[in-house]
């Protein structure tokens, strides 16, 4: 899978910056914050769409408030990392509602996941049931976190090009 940048200037970088950190904003309030007319924020707003550079947009929860607030990183370990077993493991994980990221790690064991549950019970049963039956899974060890220190999923968007 060969990926491409999309060459983004400041006016770009600015629109993603505002939303990454609130989604909701009106294009009017947009074009306001980042220097530009509607019109060609707008423009600039569609193309990045088109462009598949934003994806989607989408509400954020508080964990805590739902219940879901135990959250385990699980590296993975596989019995084989050919390219078919990755890509059965990939299709598997994405089955799984409790895995909310699954990273392929360089290192001495081949992926990690962040899963998070109602509580220790439930973990263990995502475990048993769901992550130590996914395909080619040789063995886990879970890292269970006790506080969250910073989880934001926001970091500034420089400009290329």
Known sequence: M???????DSFDAKI???????????VTALADRIGLSKSPTQARLRKLEADGVIRGYRALFDP?????????????RLTDTREVAL????RAVLEVPQIEQCHMIAGSFDYLLKVRT???????QVLADFI??????AGTS??????A????????????G
């Not at 109602?118 to 263990?124: A, E, K, L, S």
Request: glycine share 6%.
């Open 2 to 8: 060969v990926e491409t940048t999309v060459a983004l």
């Open 16 to 26: 993603l910056d505002v939303l990454a950190v609130d989604g909701r904003i009106s």
């Open 64 to 76: 805590i408030l739902l219940g879901r607030d135990h959250v385990a990183f699980v590296e993975v």
């Open 87 to 90: 890509t059965a493991f990939n």
């Open 118 to 124: 109602q509580g220790m019970t439930d973990y263990r």
């Open 132 to 137: 130590s039956t996914l395909p080619h899974v």
């Open 142 to 147: 879970t890292y269970v976190a006790m506080q």
């Open 149 to 160: 220190v910073k989880e934001e999923g926001v970091a500034p968007v420089p400009p290329v």
